[in-house]
């Protein structure tokens, strides 16, 4: 058997709280007897179901809102004023109507009920308490409005979040596009140049072969070098294709500062981000960085720290290695830091230690903004 419910679970507890006007209401007919009873009691069981009926059936608030405002008129006017505080019934019903024009209809008709009881006031048909029923008619006035400023900006808010949100797509399909350009690049720079390295040596060797083998055998073992080194590149390639989390790429880093003969400290303060293609992109700009200090440095200490704070993600790596200035400026990786860096409009700057070697610090927003930084010298940013 269906348990029965008055309103809707997902709803809460706030059509419940609204009651309180209810029951607040029913404490009038305490004392009355006769039809001043039965009556308005039967009445207020019509409102009821009419109230309830928002929740459970929405495209009736329309009619149910006119006929709880009919039936509260008539208890105003014909039992006694202190009803009125029903209509806020029908005002809140208003909030879940769609249509403008029914919406207007729907305010026009409460407020009618407060605009006779004023002309009745004034034509002397009828006195009305109205310091009891002001609060009731500032809200049954007010309210409405309220809720369609809040209605508009609520609207202006949407439009701003959907286009932040296309916005961000667009940004993503550009880091997209650029890493696909990047890879085209590296493949033709670098695997094109070895295979026709390769082609070339192939057919000297072959002509080699016969007249001047021991040439040949060189040749030969250069085809096999380059073979090994192109199946290297290309694995490298392989992995830029793949998403990388921080965690994975400490690992990595770890074991080739290792077998490089680099003593290697790691300190990471976060686990992950939510942003997986971000965080792909840090686990790059690591891996070139130690690919730098492996290569050029000369270092025997390699520090690697990762933290976050005030929305920002901070990367340090430093090493105790030495670097010409010329091939600072020249590169050596730095250009794929950059760039990298660039793509999720955040800073990198390499310092030089007092004791020798460097001091990347690289600082990426987790949303993007600007920044500034009055670090000697900007590589990127």
């Not at 329309?62 to 039936?71: E, K, R, V």
Request: hydrophobic share 40%; net charge neutral.
């Amino acid at each position: 058997m269906k348990k029965f419910r008055l309103f809707p679970e997902e709803d809460g507890y706030i059509p419940h709280l609204w009651l309180a006007y209810y029951y607040f209401t029913l404490l009038y007919l305490i004392g009355e007897q006769g039809f001043r009873f039965w009556f308005p009691l039967l009445v207020m069981v019509v409102i009821f179901f009419c109230y309830r009926e928002i929740y459970w059936r929405p495209e009736r608030t329309f009619s149910s809102a006119i006929t709880l405002t009919i039936l509260v008129a008539y208890l105003i006017f014909f039992i006694e004023q202190d009803f009125f505080y029903l209509l806020l019934y029908a005002i809140n019903m208003l909030y879940v109507v769609k249509s403008p024009a029914k919406f207007w209809i729907g305010y026009l008709t409460v407020n009618t009920v407060t605009g006779i009881m004023l002309l009745t006031d004034i034509y002397g048909i009828h006195e009305w308490t109205w310091g009891y029923i002001s609060p009731g008619i500032l809200i049954s006035i007010i309210t409405p409005a309220v809720w369609k400023v809040q209605e508009k900006w609520y609207r202006k808010w949407e439009a701003v979040n959907e286009e932040l949100t296309d916005t961000k797509k667009q940004v993503e399909e550009l880091i997209k596009e650029r890493e696909r350009d990047r890879i085209a690049r590296d493949l033709h720079d670098t695997v094109g140049q070895t295979l026709s390295t390769i082609s070339v040596k192939s057919d000297i060797s072959k002509k080699l072969l016969y007249q001047y083998p021991e040439r040949a055998g060189q040749e030969l073992h250069d085809i096999q070098q380059l073979s090994r080194s192109l199946l290297q590149e290309m694995r490298e390639i392989v992995s830029d294709l793949r998403l990388v989390s921080l965690q994975e790429e400490y690992e990595a880093v770890k074991l080739r500062l290792k077998e490089a003969g680099i003593a290697s400290e790691l300190e990471q303060h976060i686990s992950s981000l939510k942003d997986s293609s971000k965080e792909t992109m840090l686990a790059y700009i690591l891996k070139e960085a130690v690919t730098n200090v492996i290569r050029h440095s000369n270092a025997t200490v390699c520090k690697i720290r990762v933290t976050q704070s005030n929305n920002h993600l901070h990367l340090h790596v430093e090493d105790n290695g030495g670097y010409d200035d010329m091939l600072l400026q020249e590169g050596n990786g730095l250009d794929g830091i950059r760039k990298r860096v660039s793509l999720m409009k955040g800073e990198a700057h390499f310092r030089k230690r007092q004791n020798g070697g460097l001091h990347l610090i690289v600082i990426v927003p987790i949303q993007t903004k600007g920044g500034n930084s009055n670090d000697s010298y900007a590589v990127g940013g």
